[in-house]
C-alpha cells in the first residue's frame, strides 16, 4: 500500500540489534516455570485443609420395627444416656456364624468418637461370641442391674456378654468398661430409634 508515494515491504528489515529472545534457553524456561510451580504450591499449603469424613447415620425405625415384628426376644436398643449417641450400623441377618438365625445388630458412634455396638441372637452356634467379641479372651464377670454380664477383651475392642436360656446379648466396643456397663445398664426393649 502507497504512502507518500512509497511503496513499504512486508519483509523485515535487521536492525543490527541482537533479539534478546535469541538467547534464552531451555534453563531459564525450567527457571520460570519452577518459580511459577512454587507460588502455586504455597497456595494450596495455605488454602488446603483436610476434611474429616462425617459420620453417616442410618435410619434405624425400619429395621427395628422388622427384627421386633420376627423376633422371638425383646430386640434391644441403647437407652438412657445415650441419646447423643449416633446410630451408624443396623442389622437384622445372619453372620458367618448363626445361619440361618438372624442376629440383631445396631452400632452407635459416641459424641467422643468411641464405637459401641449391641448384638443380640437365638442361635446356639459356639461361634457367635468369638464372632460378636472379636475372639476376646474371657476375664472376670461383672453384675449390672442385678444380672451377670461375662467380661471379654481382644486387641480390637471390650465387650459384655450376657447368657440367657436361648438368647445372647454382647455389648462391645472401644468404649472403657465402665461406658459399656452404663450402654448395658440403659438397654431398653421399649425405646424408639
Not at 13 to 27: I, L, W
Not at 31 to 44: E, K, Q
Not at 134 to 146: A, C, F, M, R, Y
Not at 147 to 173: H, I
Request: aromatic letters at 6%; hydrophobic letters at 40%.
Amino acid at each position: 500500500m502507497a504512502h507518500d508515494g512509497v511503496v513499504s515491504s512486508t519483509t523485515p528489515q535487521p536492525t543490527g540489534r541482537k533479539n534478546a529472545r535469541m538467547r534464552q534457553t531451555v534453563g531459564d524456561m525450567v527457571r520460570s516455570l519452577a518459580v511459577v510451580l512454587g507460588f502455586v504450591a504455597i497456595i494450596l499449603i495455605i488454602t488446603l485443609r483436610p476434611h474429616p469424613d462425617p459420620i453417616k447415620r442410618v435410619e434405624v425405625a425400619p429395621v427395628l420395627a422388622v427384627a421386633r415384628a420376627q423376633a422371638g426376644f425383646p430386640v434391644l436398643i441403647a437407652g438412657a444416656g445415650t441419646s447423643d449417641y449416633v446410630p451408624t450400623s443396623v442389622r437384622w441377618e445372619p453372620t458367618e456364624a448363626t445361619k440361618p438365625d438372624p442376629v440383631w445388630h445396631i452400632g452407635y458412634v459416641t459424641p467422643d468418637e468411641e464405637y459401641v455396638e449391641i448384638s443380640e441372637s437365638e442361635s446356639a452356634s459356639e461361634r457367635f461370641i468369638p464372632e460378636q467379641t472379636g475372639k476376646g479372651l474371657p476375664l472376670d464377670s461383672v453384675v449390672i442391674d442385678g444380672v451377670a454380664w461375662q467380661r471379654f477383651e481382644s486387641e480390637q475392642r471390650r465387650s459384655l456378654v450376657r447368657v440367657e436360656p436361648k438368647l445372647t446379648t454382647v455389648v462391645a466396643g472401644t468404649l472403657d468398661w465402665a461406658g459399656l456397663q452404663s450402654v448395658a445398664a440403659g438397654l431398653s426393649a421399649s425405646a424408639t430409634a
